[in-house]
């Protein structure tokens, strides 16, 4: 099966710890909600599900888990195909997306409830659950019923029940969906410390791409039950393969154009009376349908001619002052709502709303990619 | 103000229908002053008698007199009646005495002559029990519902054995009414699960086949429990064409007390499953699967994260059912024959049939008193606050 992106470890061969394999899943037997999925995790990977909801990361994640069947193809773990394992033979940490704390029990009965069915010892449970209650930062509060803690607080009693049993993979469903940003930002911290800490395997969903960036070592971007591409956080940003993805991860800015000349890895796209030079990531051929994709902060506006390899007119249609930096909104190609973005530092030249400029970027920043099913866009 | 108007027509309700008729009636478990009207004097004479010999003749000749203004007042059967409650045989002794000193002429000692229509008035406890029966405020009915008895020292002693009625058909009712709960419990539980976990269309219809007996008269569901379970009925003709069951060997399923239990789990299942689904419909699927995650099995994962979730609604459906189940009378009184009858269908026979209606209404307050106290019992042990009613 095909392999994506580079692999995360420093470790030259990487174990294979989950994989899909074509797998389908149908909960009507008319639509597909995951499509022919081909998908592999490494061992002590942090590995996102990242795609907008509805996607079928969810599915996935509860296929893997063993509360649903996939309807066909298969799903492996540490080599061995799963489809007759129950749930509770799994050995899997799985942090819901509402936590699904046991309410009627305290913190340290949710924490002991995985070690007790599995017929451990006091003693040990006992310091099991200290030790994981000291790895959340959460000593002390064993007596507490998860209606009283805060949400930050109910979400490491979570992770912290899902990892107290030391199962080597652990699953987590959008788990920081229903904290406020800025304790979000902390806790996204906190996983990772303690995924790095453990070593443990993580599959992570999340529609969030900003905290599918900050915290993974890669990421399967979902589209309507397909993977669109796996790559780590750069890659995706810096290489994505198809549009959905370009316009997924980060802001960017599209070109929707026909292809008239391929020279090498470049070509050439005739984009509303202007040509574009791209770097050619799908093996496009005159003809083509394909979308350009330039990131905005890679716009330089009236730049010194000659500089750039791509270098078009341009109409300034609105000028934003955002404090680190000035967002130009332009319309380049006939195309409407084209960004720059341009630091602060470098300041804006003095152009005015209405100017007609000239703007550049480097050959390879424009990239040639696969436009999307729907067409949406083209002439 | 305005929202306490609003309940302001309820209230009356409630008061004039409910609340006055349950305060009379327990009234009169307490208060009964016909005997103690009727025979002022003599009993103000009897308050000075010894208690041990047989009174003295101005006691014999003012209740002579006071009796027979009773006859004239025609209150006279309704007093013989109350006092030959206290005392089996006193009535006949007391309606003897009368019609025989009205038509004989005034003797010479009251005494003598009353002595001599019925030797009990020699006696001591028929005085005592003429003393019983004028007391205005009384606990004897209670003692009576509680098969107590007052002993003419004044102690209180234990009817003997073969008389002791009520305590017996107390302990059946309260064993009943527990294994009628426990069979509503058994039953009704998986039902409530499935209609909380269907999806919407069919919890709707589920929830509408348990609503259904609802909406049909209690009468008619009992007589269909006849129709299927009497010795001529479906089952038994079933069993009998199957060849399960000789002819002769019928087996009789109602008119006892298994016509009681089916019958009555049948009406009050709905009771046990409405506030069972109400507590399972909040509860997400999501923990069982959690639970099993964790690496529970089924079992532990029922006892140890759902039962115990479910618990409000287990204490409000078997509370809900065991205080309607121990005050139920219509179904016993139709299908349970004579092994069938609850301590509400002896109620209701002293109610209608031998009007002791004193009688009646300390039964009737023991019943309350019984349940106030299993209420407070089970809402130390469960806590009421934490249940759900639906
Ligand atoms: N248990 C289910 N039964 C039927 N349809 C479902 C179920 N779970 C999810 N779906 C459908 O499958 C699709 C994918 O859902 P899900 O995997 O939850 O997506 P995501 O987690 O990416 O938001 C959605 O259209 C959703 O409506
Ligand atoms: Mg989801």
């Given at each position: 099966m095909a392999?994506?992106?580079?692999?995360?470890?420093?470790?030259?061969?990487?174990?294979?710890?989950?994989?899909?394999?074509?797998?389908?899943?149908?909960?009507?037997?008319?639509?597909?909600?995951?499509?022919?999925?081909?998908?592999?995790?490494?061992?002590?990977?942090f590995l996102t599900l990242l795609g907008p909801s509805g996607s079928g990361k969810t599915t996935c994640l509860m296929m893997l888990a063993g509360f649903q069947v996939p309807t066909s193809g298969a799903i492996r773990i540490g080599g061995?195909?799963?489809?007759?394992?129950?749930?509770?033979?799994?050995?899997?940490?799985?942090?819901?997306?509402?936590?699904?704390?046991?309410?009627?029990?305290?913190?340290?009965?949710?924490?002991?409830?995985?070690?007790?069915?599995?017929?451990?010892?006091?003693?040990?449970?006992?310091?099991?659950?200290?030790?994981?209650?000291?790895?959340?930062?959460?000593?002390?509060?064993?007596?507490?019923?998860?209606?009283?803690?805060?949400?930050?607080?109910?979400?490491?009693?979570?992770?912290?029940?899902?990892?107290?049993?030391?199962?080597?993979l652990v699953l987590m469903d959008e788990p920081l969906g229903a904290l406020d940003r800025r304790l979000r930002e902390e806790m996204q911290y906190e996983v990772r410390r303690i995924q790095r800490k453990l070593g443990v395997?993580?599959?992570?969903?999340?529609?969030?791409?900003?905290?599918?960036?900050?915290?993974?070592?890669?990421?399967?971007?979902?589209?309507?039950?397909?993977?669109?591409?796996?790559?780590?956080?750069?890659?995706?940003y810096e290489e994505p393969e198809r549009e959905f993805v370009?316009?997924?991860?980060?802001?960017?800015?599209?070109?929707?154009?026909?292809?008239?000349?391929?020279?090498?890895?470049?070509?050439?796209?005739?984009?509303?009376?202007?040509?574009?030079?791209?770097?050619?990531?799908?093996?496009?051929?005159?003809?083509?349908?394909?979308?350009?994709?330039?990131?905005?902060?890679?716009?330089?506006?009236?730049?010194?001619?000659?500089?750039?390899?791509?270098?078009?007119?341009?109409?300034?249609?609105?000028?934003?002052?955002?404090?680190?930096?000035?967002?130009?909104?332009?319309?380049?190609?006939?195309?409407?709502?084209?960004?720059?973005?341009?630091?602060?530092?470098?300041?804006?030249?003095?152009?005015?709303?209405?100017?007609?400029?000239?703007?550049g970027w480097t050959l390879t920043d424009a990239r040639a990619l696969e436009p999307d099913e729907s067409g949406e866009g083209f002439p | 103000m305005r929202p306490a108007l609003l309940v302001l027509p309820l209230a009356a309700f409630i008061l004039v229908t409910f609340v006055a008729p349950l305060a009379v009636m327990l009234g009169r478990s307490l208060y009964d002053p016909l005997v103690a009207d009727a025979l002022p004097e003599t009993l103000r004479l009897l308050r000075q008698w010894d208690g041990e010999r047989t009174p003295s003749e101005p006691v014999f000749e003012t209740m002579a007199g006071e009796l027979l203004k009773a006859r004239r007042e025609r209150t006279l059967g309704r007093i013989a009646t109350r006092v030959n409650r206290v005392q089996a045989g006193l009535r006949s002794a007391l309606?003897?005495?009368?019609?025989?000193?009205?038509?004989?002429?005034?003797?010479?000692?009251?005494?003598?002559?009353?002595?001599?229509?019925?030797?009990?008035?020699?006696?001591?406890?028929?005085?005592?029990?003429?003393?019983?029966?004028?007391?205005?405020?009384?606990?004897?009915?209670?003692?009576?519902?509680?098969?107590?008895?007052?002993?003419?020292?004044?102690?209180?002693?234990?009817?003997?054995?073969?008389?002791?009625?009520?305590?017996?058909?107390?302990?059946?009712?309260?064993?009943?009414?527990?294994?009628?709960?426990?069979?509503?419990?058994?039953l009704g539980y998986p039902i409530a699960y499935l209609i909380a976990n269907a999806p919407p269309r069919r919890a709707n219809l589920l929830l509408l086949l348990v609503l259904v007996p609802?909406?049909?008269?209690?009468?008619?569901?009992?007589?269909?429990?006849?129709?299927?379970?009497?010795?001529?009925?479906?089952?038994?003709?079933?069993?009998?064409?199957?060849?399960l069951i000789a002819e002769d060997q019928r087996i009789s399923m109602i008119y006892n007390m298994t016509g009681t239990v089916v019958a009555m789990t049948h009406v009050l299942l709905p009771f046990m499953v409405l506030p069972l689904y109400s507590v399972m419909r909040t509860i997400p699927p999501l923990y069982m699967s959690a639970a099993a995650s964790l690496g529970a099995n089924f079992l532990q994962a029922f006892r140890r994260v759902y039962w115990p979730q479910t618990l409000p609604g287990v204490a409000a459906g078997s509370l809900l059912v065991f205080i309607l189940a121990i005050g139920y009378f219509i179904t016993p009184a139709l299908v349970g024959g004579q092994s069938g009858q609850l301590i509400s269908n002896m109620v209701a026979y002293h109610m209608q049939q031998s009007l002791n209606w004193g009688l009646a209404a300390a039964l009737g307050g023991v019943l309350l008193g019984g349940v106030f106290l299993l209420y407070l019992v089970f809402n130390r042990l469960v806590g009421v606050d934490r249940m759900r009613l639906g």
């Open positions: 392999e994506h992106g580079t692999g995360p470890l420093m470790d030259s061969s990487p174990k294979v710890h989950v994989e899909f394999e074509g797998v389908s899943k149908s909960y009507d037997g008319r639509t597909m909600v995951v499509r022919d999925l081909d998908l592999v995790v490494y061992e002590g990977e061995r195909a799963v489809d007759d394992l129950p749930p509770r033979k799994r050995d899997i940490g799985v942090v819901f997306q509402n936590y699904a704390l046991f309410p009627h029990m305290t913190v340290g009965e949710n924490l002991s409830f995985p070690l007790e069915v599995r017929g451990m010892d006091p003693q040990e449970i006992r310091k099991r659950v200290g030790g994981s209650l000291e790895l959340v930062r959460l000593e002390g509060l064993e007596g507490r019923r998860p209606g009283e803690l805060s949400g930050g607080q109910q979400q490491r009693v979570a992770i912290a029940r899902a990892l107290v049993f030391e199962p080597a395997t993580v599959v992570y969903v999340t529609h969030d791409q900003q905290e599918a960036m900050a915290m993974s070592d890669r990421v399967a971007v979902f589209q309507r039950g397909r993977i669109e591409q796996v790559a780590p956080p750069e890659a995706l370009a316009r997924f991860i980060g802001d960017n800015n599209l070109l929707h154009g026909r292809v008239i000349g391929v020279e090498g890895d470049l070509c050439r796209v005739e984009t509303g009376g202007q040509i574009v030079t791209a770097f050619r990531v799908v093996p496009c051929q005159v003809g083509d349908l394909v979308s350009v994709a330039i990131r905005p902060e890679r716009v330089a506006v009236s730049p010194k001619p000659g500089l750039y390899g791509n270098e078009l007119d341009a109409r300034i249609d609105d000028i934003a002052f955002l404090g680190d930096h000035l967002r130009l909104r332009m319309t380049v190609c006939d195309s409407p709502d084209f960004i720059a973005k341009i630091p602060n530092i470098v300041g804006h030249g003095g152009v005015l709303e209405g100017d007609r400029v000239r703007v | 309606l003897k005495s009368v019609r025989k000193l009205r038509s004989a002429p005034r003797p010479d000692s009251w005494r003598e002559a009353m002595i001599a229509v019925d030797p009990k008035w020699a006696e001591a406890r028929t005085w005592h029990a003429i003393r019983r029966a004028g007391e205005r405020f009384t606990l004897r009915h209670y003692l009576h519902a509680l098969d107590l008895d007052q002993a003419p020292g004044g102690g209180i002693i234990r009817q003997p054995p073969d008389l002791r009625i009520y305590l017996p058909l107390l302990q059946r009712t309260l064993a009943v009414s527990l294994g009628i709960t426990l069979l509503c419990l058994l609802f909406w049909t008269s209690l009468l008619v569901r009992t007589t269909s429990w006849i129709v299927l379970l009497q010795t001529q009925g479906v089952i038994n003709d079933l069993l009998a064409a199957v060849g």
